[in-house]
């Protein structure tokens, strides 16, 4: 289990013909040696987009994006290399088991618990939001554009201002203390005092591909000077936020701003961008 090698990648590649691959998502018309198409990745009225068999390769005249049967994927489904590797190998009936790293059942076991426990403080924070101590944070939301429906699909939450909220929650529905320390939600003094991570921070929760909530993001309301602005989960054997979109689990088909970079550096949220489409405000 590892690395997938080289030689396996480029017998990936070869395996997967780019027009057959990119005429899966999008329609293609040959003209002379090359098939063309209106690029998928930015708006346009004429085919710039153009798909080179001989090459291997695509290109669009119009955004500049372009690469081979790999990052076409990447791109369009908005997945990591590995997972595009993964999704071609299974196109071309490629096994990559022995490549693959196995969790063990305690790994699973945690990982469960990990979201399990994420979904209790989605539930407490949305409800804090609910209540008469999350009417500043309403307001201050409403005012931003951000109305019920987007609220609720996100399930947008606060954190009540008090040390201990969340984990008297939580070890009331026997999480062990150990876990609220590993997930990050609970944090540990020098005195070996345990307390909320979060507290009196409107709450963006975060989510992988999958759907399962592993981490959150957290702001300060207006005028609040104590501490950080934002705020954000550290990584966790479910949260690596290098490889976490904000958002992604609910469109595939549109572009969003990651909340952390790759450098840890930590971007106001309101560079996160909804999809127009979908009805969902642009700018927080």
Not at 25 to 37: P, V
Not at 61 to 90: Q, S
Not at 212 to 228: K, M, S, Y
Not at 235 to 253: A, M, N, Q
Request: include cysteine; proline fraction near 5%; glycine fraction near 8%.
């Amino acid at each position: 289990m590892g690395r997938i090698p080289e030689h396996v990648i480029e017998q990936i590649k070869e395996s997967n013909d780019i027009v057959d691959v990119v005429s899966s998502y999008i329609s293609l018309t040959r003209k002379g040696q090359n098939y063309w198409a209106r690029c998928p990745f930015h708006q346009e009225k004429t085919a710039s987009f153009s798909v080179s068999q001989s090459k291997q390769i695509y290109h669009c005249f119009g955004c500049g994006a372009g690469g081979n049967v790999i990052n076409f994927v990447m791109t369009y489904e908005k997945i990591t290399f590995p997972e595009a590797l993964h999704a071609l190998a299974d196109r071309a009936g490629i096994s990559l088991e022995e490549y693959t790293y196995q969790p063990s059942d305690e790994e699973k076991s945690i990982s469960s618990r990990l979201y399990e426990l994420h979904r209790l403080a989605i539930d407490v924070y949305k409800n804090t939001l609910k209540s008469p101590e999350g009417k500043a944070a309403r307001e201050y939301l409403i005012k931003r554009g951000l109305d019920e429906h987007t609220l609720s699909t996100f399930e947008i939450g606060f954190a009540p201002d008090a040390w201990d909220t969340l984990l008297k929650t939580a070890l009331k529905k026997k999480f062990d203390e150990n876990l609220l320390i590993l997930s990050g939600l609970v944090t540990e003094s020098e005195r070996k005092k345990r307390y909320d991570r979060f507290r009196n921070r409107i709450m963006f929760p975060v989510f992988d591909t999958r759907g399962n909530p592993v981490g959150f993001g957290g702001r300060v309301l207006t005028g609040d000077d104590q501490g950080a602005k934002y705020l954000n989960s550290p990584e966790t054997p479910v949260y690596h936020k290098s490889r976490i979109l904000y958002g992604l689990h609910k469109s595939r088909d549109a572009f969003y701003v990651t909340m952390v970079t790759k450098q840890d550096k930590k971007l106001p949220l309101k560079q996160v961008l909804f999809s127009p489409p979908r009805g969902y405000p642009a700018g927080y």
